[in-house]
């Protein structure tokens, strides 16, 4: 139900064709197509005849490019290709008149923004490394001041959820309304799996400290 919504909303809210973008993503999509603005994490692009036209979620949801319709924050990544007022300028690395940019994630501590020509995609740091949000790249750990964010966007605040302790795979937190609960520890032997959310044998856990 909620699908057929937004597919009406979109249809309602789409608003007068921009003049030109650096990137048209909408080259080659069928009418129809729903694109990422990277401006805001509610906005988006609808493809008419190859023009991207503009318009906005409702209040309190996050355009899905991956899912084509506006969904709730916590099954979003937002990708945005723009700073705000208290963060410095994103390093820039020209190649060939292509403007490449870092930026990053809210609430994410390894992953981040790579923009081309404001276009964003999603990447990682390697393993033991942070995204530095002031430096604007992948560094050490113990050179970067981010907070590892315990109940993460990607849980349903309305929903009590077991996620993982970021610093011992052998206890979780309870996060509901984006509160954790806890520590709690798994049974001996056992060590928790981020993925099945459950305590398990230590052979069938793969731990990953640091990530959520």
Known sequence: MFRIVVVAFFSVIVLSAIPSLESNRCLGRPD??????????????????GTPRPGRCPDGFYFNESNQMCDHPWNVICLLCVGTETETEPETEPQEGVVTEFFPIENECSMYTLCVDGVGFLRECAAGLMFDPVAQRCDLEENVQCVVNICPNSVNPAVASMVPDPTDCSQYYVCFNRIPNGPYTCNAGL??????????????????????
Do not use: M, S, Y
């Open 191 to 212: 060590l928790f799996d981020p993925i099945t959310r459950r305590c398990d044998l230590k052979d069938n856990v793969e731990c990953q400290l640091n990530k959520i």
């Open 32 to 49: 129809g197509f729903f694109v990422n603005d990277f401006t805001a994490c509610d906005a988006f692009f609808t493809c008419i005849r």
